[in-house]
């Protein structure tokens, strides 16, 4: 309700060496506050808050008078008693000093030649104005004894004295002996029946503080021993009466008391630190303890050794919350029903550390106007031993700014849907509460909503000074339901503000201004704000409604008279209610007409209640509100009512009263045969200690039970809900089962608002920072001020309803609220709360639970397919020892975790482990995190996968004792697998090399540089290959660019257990993809992977899973898995192949070729792809095409339209249309084929359709240079035919004649070859130009497979020096090389070999 801002505010005396300051008091206005020291009376001004007057008592009758104590105001503030140490009551006059000008003002702000301060019609100067006073001693009394304590009674002083009597005292400095009274002449017993009254003795004590309420109808003392006493007054017309005492039950301690005459509550501050809230019990006449504000000693430890006892407690002035001060220093703030508010008793708002408390001990405080400020006199504690050089720096006047929520004072609906809080000068608003309507559609709506949740950020508006200057300070503020509309009323007059425009809008006319007092109250009805006011010129109150887009002007204004004074008001659909100080209840239907130029609306009374007879007082009802809410009478025999019917709710005290329509009586028909609305019944009391109330007339299909709610804000007890229950058939229902039910649960924020749809309760809290002053030689000190700040908060309520509904066993009432949520983005974190919740408390339980709810909680849990999810969150969110009580009623979390496996939860699985690790044995855990690695790997979860693998290596071998099943049966010999030899690391962070990212499976290769990364030798693999095979080539790579040492040369010993477990599994995976031509997944697992050498595991697998069967699918997958389309033929080209009569045999159609086309082909230049592109330049031809002659051939190429497996001409990307002539063969014309493109340009065109992405190709690149490497050259081969790299494939020839390369492989390849051949001339024929061009290099393979002898055994010391960069191997060496092989100058391949692959090569 009331949140302090900004820094706090000492005020600065005038005088100089005055004397410590004793008390504060307010006049009746609050405009007027009277400060006393020991021998001087200071009048200080509200707004702005300076001195006024100041008088000083002379020194000598000081001695004789006493000092001055305390300080009264009377009523008007026409005068002031001050009462002193020594028996003395001293009264002045205060009076406006007709001596000083400018209209008897100080402070004047002369912003011109002759500028003078305002005055409105009715003769009160402006908020800004400062009236000159003069203060005059006109009487003094003496008593016969020592004063405790005074108080103002209507137009008399009461004062009491250490002699126990209490002093009836006039202004005219004359005793009222008639309404004098001893304490000890009068009768006090334990209820107001009179029972057990007994007089009160000596050991009683006398008055020490009291307070008296004209609402409840006495005086509150507190004794000097402690107890507490209420005292109902002698009356003053019957003869020989006497008062009458009702003790305080219970309490003995009691130092100051505090009376909140609205809510009829009694504060009483006690010596232990506590405050005991009291109320009349009227059932039984007895006062009863309400609550205790009590600071939690779990927040706040030690606090009542800390503070001491309650030295002093206030009320604000609208009755809506108390502040409390200790006797060592510190205050808090409560609600009106003991929700803390605020507390300086610790928390890092106030280190506990700290040698002071803030506040100081406070003296004495008062509430300012409209609670906008506390002021407070403090007595500063004096460190150390340390001395103030001056006196007047002990005592301080301490101002603490506040903002409250706007329902204190205007609980009206659309204040309720809002976090809106005003100050004296400005408003705040949340900023998705302004912005979360200006959006359309239901999708958005709902975004923004969820985003106003969570929003911090205020909207803070400040209020315009051309308004608040003359009418300071702000008492009514109301926001209209979309948020985009704010009103404010001060003294006179109203404002109101569009977020839109940004701009106020304020009365034309001054004087309309001036004579609008708005008394009860606003709110806004569409496109009006209604206002319940007092006219000062008419002198009647009115319900006037001012339409927001005209002039603010009463013109426009639809103006109602009623009889008396409004107090509140609200809407409810298209009602207004408003109730008057006779407490009446009125109810006007509003209707908007929009036949007129400006907008109209008309207001129709439609029915008037008497409420009197269930209402003490008009001032105690503090909330109104017209619902749709019923509650069915059991054992009527009515029809069903209607569901429109309305229901009546006041909040009297904070006891809801429910006023329902009396359906039973006939229907009678009023004017126009309109039907009368039915009268409403007696009230039923819904519940108590109710501050605020929130219902809704907005409807949602979906969430009809949260729509139809009650909420209630019940302080210190929390919140509760009225839910309704439907039935779960609407069949016939039982007249003994209940329609709606009260549940009540705690909240850990004080509730502004409640967002029925999004089941969230939106608050507000106090928030501070403590700043050091900067010099510590300042007299006095700052530092242990706080800036306090305030900040939204929010929480979630559903877990409770939900919880108290199953502890009810109304789980299908559950069950239908829960899935009416499901589509909440945080209704997983709902079901974790209601499991952390009862699972705590039940299993830190002391005493044996026979009806457990957790057993119910989980079977509702797992109605929802989050069941998995929320088990194991809650675990990791609860203590290891709870886990066993948890699993004991969920299930053995092994089948749990297979259940995620079979659901393909890999995440919540991941989770189980950390489980299964505190619950099973290693070996369990062990086995479960292999699966888990397996299937993240298969599914591409690569940050799952690491995690995996640390977890693994976490795990001790030691406590292993049996090894684990591994699935898969093709792994190798430990004595082959060396886990010391190293590979290339794919490392993201090195800006030089190749990473493979994982953001949605999109590789990001950093470089395009071949670089190779790796740094063994040959006896690393040789182990791997078979004993037949030929010699191997001692050859040993470049080191690995990556490492910032140099590896050891020789391999090093085998790696721990766990580490060859983990890479056994590694390599499993790596073997399948290899399998399935996954060659993208198998980079993808490379680069993701830590501690996995790609290279090492091809050279050990390039006999096995890395060799190719079928050259032909591979190259499809590899075209397919990096989206690279297959290429295609140029419309010359083609023709040029049409018309040399290709054959279906490609060695036979290739050898029809023009041999002269033929370019040599220098294999150790650097230029081979623009030898290609010359060698397709060859093939252009310089005739022309025509039509007839293509639609008479047998054959007509055209990309196909839809991609499939065998598809050859279509692509995986989008060609552009000057990629391919083929395509628009049907479509040409004789005069098209004419203006043909150049042959440049046609290469280029074609060669740009032909290449795919530009992040395939770097991967690709990557990919060839790793298998080169590794001596995989059947995939590099595959990957330099895709990529249609003559270079590459030179290379990969050269490195197969150079090295150690088996037989099997060569032949492979060359087999390969002739069906890649085969496949182009009958599916693909984009691969023809290329597959002739390196012809050379495919005889110079079969030379290679035929070949017997061992192969060149090269010297080592040539490689060793060669220069390890990272570039290729010496193109010299290669050509000489390739020479070397080639037997045939003429090229011919040579007969030998394998004949079966021979005669297939043949046949093809």
């Not at 004074?565 to 929009?594: A, G, P, W, Y």
């Not at 050091?772 to 305030?790: A, G, H, M, W």
């Not at 997958?1117 to 054959?1143: A, C, G, M, R």
């Not at 203006?1235 to 440049?1240: G, Q, W, Y």
């Amino acid at each position: 309700m009331y949140f302090p801002l900004g820094w706090p505010k000492y005020l600065k005396s005038l005088q100089k060496g005055s004397r410590p300051l004793q008390y504060v008091i307010s006049s009746c206005d609050r405009m007027l506050f009277a400060v006393i020291t020991e021998d001087t009376l200071s009048i200080w001004y509200s707004k702005p808050s300076v001195q006024i007057v100041s008088y000083t008592h002379p020194y000598t009758e000081i001695c004789s008078i006493g000092t001055f104590n305390l300080v009264e105001w009377k009523p008007d503030s026409s005068m002031i008693a001050v009462l002193t140490s020594k028996l003395n009551i001293l009264f002045f006059k205060v009076e406006l000093d007709v001596s000083v000008p400018n209209h008897h003002c100080l402070y004047v702000q002369h912003e011109g030649k002759n500028q003078t301060p305002k005055r409105d019609i009715n003769g009160i100067p402006d908020s800004d104005s400062i009236p000159a006073i003069k203060v005059t001693l006109v009487a003094r009394m003496q008593l016969p004894a020592n004063i405790s304590c005074c108080l103002c009674v209507r137009e008399e002083i009461m004062v009491a004295t250490e002699d126990g009597s209490l002093h009836r005292i006039k202004w005219n400095a004359s005793l009222n002996k008639k309404a004098s009274f001893h304490i000890q002449g009068f009768p006090a017993s334990l209820d107001f029946h009179q029972t057990k009254a007994s007089r009160l003795v000596r050991e009683d004590g006398c008055v020490q503080q009291m307070e008296y309420s004209p609402i409840i109808g006495g005086y509150t003392l507190v004794l000097s021993s402690g107890k507490a006493l209420f005292v109902i007054p002698p009356s003053t017309k019957a003869e020989n009466s006497v008062p009458q005492g009702v003790w305080v039950t219970g309490l003995t301690d009691a130092t100051c008391v505090a009376v909140n005459h609205r809510y009829r509550l009694m504060a009483f501050g006690c010596k232990s630190g506590v405050g005991a809230v009291y109320v009349i019990n009227e059932v039984e006449g007895t006062i009863d303890l309400s609550y205790k504000l009590q600071v939690s000693s779990k927040d706040y430890p030690d606090a009542a050794q800390k503070a001491g006892p309650v030295k002093c407690m206030k009320w604000t002035p609208d009755g809506t919350a108390v502040a409390v001060c200790w006797k060592n220093g510190g205050f808090s703030l409560w609600s009106v029903f003991g929700a803390l508010l605020l507390c300086s008793l610790g928390g890092d708002r106030y280190p506990s550390d700290s040698p002071k408390l803030f506040p100081p001990p406070v003296i004495s405080m008062e509430w300012g106007l409209e609670g906008y400020q506390l002021w407070m006199v403090c007595q500063e504690n004096n460190i150390n031993g340390v001395v103030e050089e001056e006196p007047h720096d002990n005592t301080n006047v301490l101002q603490i700014q506040f903002v409250k929520s706007a329902l204190t004072v205007n609980p009206c609906v659309t204040n309720h849907d809002h976090v809106f809080l005003q100050g004296e000068d400005r408003l705040y608003m949340n900023i998705g509460d302004s912005c979360s309507s200006s959006q359309g559609g239901a999708s958005q709506e709902n975004s923004q909503s969820l985003m106003s949740i969570g929003n911090k950020i205020w909207q803070i508006i400040p209020i315009s000074h051309t308004y608040l200057g003359a009418n300071w300070p702000i008492r009514y503020a109301a926001v209209d339901r979309s948020g985009q509309c704010v009103a404010v009323a001060g003294k006179t007059g109203l404002a109101h503000y569009t977020f839109s425009t940004r701009k106020w809008k304020l009365f034309g006319n001054e004087t309309q201004e001036k004579d609008l007092v708005v008394s009860g109250g606003m709110t806004w009805w569409k496109d009006f704000i209604c206002v319940a006011c007092y006219n000062i010129i008419g002198q009647r109150d009115e319900i006037r409604c001012y339409p927001k887009n005209t002039k603010l002007d009463n013109t426009f204004a639809v103006i109602t008279k009623v009889p008396s004074q409004i107090l509140l008001l609200n809407t409810f659909r298209d009602i207004l209610i408003i109730f008057c100080i006779d407490s009446h209840v009125m109810l006007f239907n509003m209707e908007r007409k929009n036949s007129q130029k400006n907008p109209l609306m008309e207001l129709i009374k439609v029915q008037e209640v008497a409420l009197g007879n269930y209402i003490p007082h008009p001032v105690c009802v503090t909330g109104l509100a017209l619902t749709s809410l019923r509650t069915e009478k059991f054992g009527s025999r009515t029809v069903q009512p209607n569901r429109d019917s309305e229901c009546l709710l006041l909040n009297v005290a904070g006891k809801l009263l429910m006023f329902q329509r009396d359906e039973t009586g006939p229907q009678i028909q009023g004017k126009q045969n309109k039907i009368k609305p039915q009268p409403f019944g007696s009230p039923a009391v819904v519940a108590t200690n109710v501050e605020n109330m929130w219902s809704t007339s907005r409807t949602s299909h979906g969430k009809t039970q949260l729509m139809e709610a009650l909420w209630l804000g019940c302080g210190a007890q929390g919140m509760k809900v009225w839910l309704p229950l439907y039935p779960r058939h609407e069949g016939k229902t039982h007249n003994f089962m209940s329609k709606r039910i009260m549940l009540p649960f705690r909240v850990d924020i004080y509730p502004l608002a409640v967002l029925f749809e999004d089941a969230v309760i939106l608050g507000a809290a106090s928030d501070g920072v403590m700043y050091k002053s900067p010099s510590e030689d300042t007299k006095r000190s700052v530092q242990n001020l706080p800036f306090c700040i305030i900040e939204r908060t929010s929480q979630i309520y559903l877990h409770h309803i939900l919880r108290q509904l199953l502890r009810r066993n109304l789980g299908v009432n559950a069950l239908d609220l829960a899935r009416c949520c499901t589509e909440l983005s945080y209704f997983p974190h709902v079901l974790e709360l209601l499991l952390h919740e009862v699972l705590e408390a039940e299993a830190t339980s002391k005493e044996p639970i026979p009806d457990p709810l957790l057993p119910r909680v989980v079977a509702f849990i797992q109605e929802f397919p989050e069941f998995l999810q929320t088990i194991v969150h809650c675990a990791r969110k609860t203590e290891v020892a709870l886990w066993p009580h948890l699993f004991s009623v969920v299930g053995n979390p092994k089948d749990l975790f297979e259940q995620c496996m079979v659901s393909e939860e890999l995440e919540t699985a991941a989770s189980y482990l950390i489980i299964l690790q505190n619950l099973e044995r290693p070996i369990i855990s062990r086995q479960h995190a292999t699966l888990l690695l397996d299937q993240s790997l298969e599914r591409g979860k690569w940050d799952l996968a690491r995690d995996l693998v640390r977890f693994l290596k976490a795990i001790d071998p030691s406590e292993c004792t049996t090894p684990p099943i591994l699935a898969s049966s093709k792994t190798s010999s430990s004595k082959a697998y060396h886990s010391g030899v190293p590979s290339p690391p794919i490392m993201p962070s090195e800006a030089d090399g190749f990473s493979f990212n994982t953001v949605s499976n999109v590789s990001n290769v950093s470089n395009v540089n071949r670089i190779r990364s790796s740094s063994m030798t040959g006896a690393d693999y040789s182990e791997n290959v078979p004993k037949g095979s030929k010699p191997k080539l001692k050859h040993t790579f470049s080191d690995n660019i990556f490492s910032n040492k140099k590896l050891p040369s020789k391999p090093k010993e085998e790696g721990a257990p766990d580490q060859m477990y983990i890479d056994m599994i590694l390599c499993r995976h790596c073997r399948k993809l290899l399998e399935t031509n996954r060659l993208r997944d198998m980079g993808y697992f490379s680069a993701n992977t830590e501690d996995f050498h790609l290279v090492s595991f091809l050279k050990r697998e390039r006999l096995k899973s890395a060799k190719v069967e079928d050259f032909v699918r591979a190259v499809k997958d590899i075209h397919q898995q990096f989206e690279w389309p297959l290429p295609i033929l140029s419309y010359h080209v083609f023709q040029q192949l049409k018309n040399k009569t290709f054959s279906t045999s490609s060695l036979a159609s290739l050898s029809l070729l023009d041999e002269e086309n033929l370019p040599t082909v220098n294999v150790g230049a650097h230029n081979s792809d623009t030898e290609y592109h010359k060698y397709l330049g060859t093939l252009q031809s310089p005739s022309p095409l025509n039509l007839s002659q293509a639609v008479s051939d047998d054959v007509v190429l055209k990309p196909q339209a839809v991609k499939t497996e065998e598809s050859s001409l279509a692509t995986t990307l989008d060609i552009s249309d000057s990629s391919s002539l083929l395509g628009e063969l049907d479509y040409m014309t004789e005069s098209s084929s004419q203006d043909t493109l150049s042959p440049e340009l046609e290469i280029l065109s074609q060669e740009m359709a032909n290449k795919g992405p530009r992040q395939s190709e770097m991967e690709l690149r990557y990919l060839l240079q790793i298998t080169l490497e590794a001596g995989c050259l059947e995939w590099a081969m595959i990957i330099s035919l895709v990529l249609r790299d003559v270079e590459a494939v030179v290379r990969t020839v050269n490195t197969a004649s150079m090295t150690d390369t088996p037989l099997e492989m060569v032949a492979r390849m060359r087999e390969g070859l002739s069906y890649l051949e085969l496949w182009a001339d009958t599916e693909c024929l984009g691969y023809k130009p290329f597959l002739h061009f390196i012809r050379k290099q495919t005889q110079m393979l079969g030379k290679l497979a035929e070949q017997t002898p061992p192969t060149l055994q090269l010297s080592t010391s040539v490689l060793e020096d060669q220069s390890s960069d990272g570039e290729q191997l010496s193109p010299v060496q290669q050509t000489i090389h390739s020479k070397d092989l080639d037997s045939s100058p003429d090229g011919s391949p040579t007969q030998g070999g394998d004949p079966a692959k021979g005669s297939e090569c043949v046949i093809s």
